[in-house]
């Protein structure tokens, strides 16, 4: 199994910007895909980002399109989701998660295509 702990949380003012990363172990991420989601207090989790096992292929939610930007160093095992432009409604606990092999564009934005899960970070962006 692999084991994922997010860190790079934190409070920002409007229009900051966050470097978010999500560290595994237990496994290399090479043949993962990865996701990063976000929950905000009295909501449900929503996508934020993706990135393909090959790094090939990214997506993002429209509310996030040309602001953040998902990356991948496989040699350090680590994902990293790079947050410009921040704005207030982009507060929420934020999550790191993967899956084996391929990740299929109809479920991308799932959470049950997801297998495991890190424990979060919080940020806040401030006005």
């Known amino acids: 199994q692999v084991h994922l702990v997010e860190s790079g949380g934190g409070l920002v003012q409007a229009g900051g910007s966050l470097r978010l990363s999500c560290a595994a172990s237990g496994r290399t991420i090479t043949t993962y895909a990865m996701g990063w989601f976000r929950q905000a207090p009295g909501k449900e989790r929503e996508f934020v980002s993706a990135?393909?096992?090959?790094?090939?292929?990214?997506y993002y939610a429209d509310s996030v399109k040309g602001r953040f930007t998902i990356s991948r160093d496989n040699a350090k095992n680590t994902v990293y989701l790079q947050m410009n432009s921040l704005k207030p409604e982009d507060t929420a606990v934020y999550y790191c998660?993967?899956?084996?092999?391929?990740?299929?564009?109809?479920?991308?934005?799932?959470?049950?295509?997801?297998?495991?899960w890190g424990q979060g970070t919080q940020v806040t962006v401030s006005s």
């Open positions: 998660a993967a899956v084996e092999g391929a990740l299929y564009i109809t479920t991308v934005q799932a959470t049950y295509s997801y297998d495991y």
């Open positions: 990135i393909s096992w090959s790094g090939g292929s990214t």
